[in-house]
């Protein structure tokens, strides 16, 4: 099990799993999986760009990373993946070395 901070380095969390399997988030108190899918479409769909996390829970920017998450996993996907959890995703892909995080006054910038 691995040890990081979200894609904005506020907080920590705890993650296991692989690019190939999917992820599985721990938290103080619960815990979530995330689907390999949801990764490939996000590498996928953003290629080559520079995009905004807007991880927003309840309102994210429609050009925002967090927005596609919700899109994505409502339509895609059993469970409905939170915007808020592409944080975690964003810093595992990362921590992966999939995409370079930078942080722009209050936002979260992802470079794919």
């Known amino acids: 099990m691995k040890e990081t901070t979200t894609s904005g380095e506020r907080k920590t969390f705890r993650y296991e799993g692989s690019l190939q399997k999917g992820f599985k988030l721990y938290f103080e108190r619960s815990s979530t999986e995330i689907p390999a899918r949801m990764f490939f479409a996000i590498l996928e769909n953003f ?8 991880f927003d829970r309840d309102n994210p920017p429609a050009e925002g990373i967090g927005y596609f998450i919700q899109q994505y996993s409502s339509t895609k996907l059993q469970d409905n993946i939170l915007p808020l959890n592409g944080t975690h995703i964003i810093a595992i892909l990362r921590d992966e070395n999939f995409v370079n995080v930078r942080i722009e006054g209050s936002k979260v910038i992802v470079d794919f």
């Not at 290629?47 to 807007?54: K, L, P, Y």
């Open 47 to 54: 290629s080559g760009q520079s995009v905004i996390g807007g």
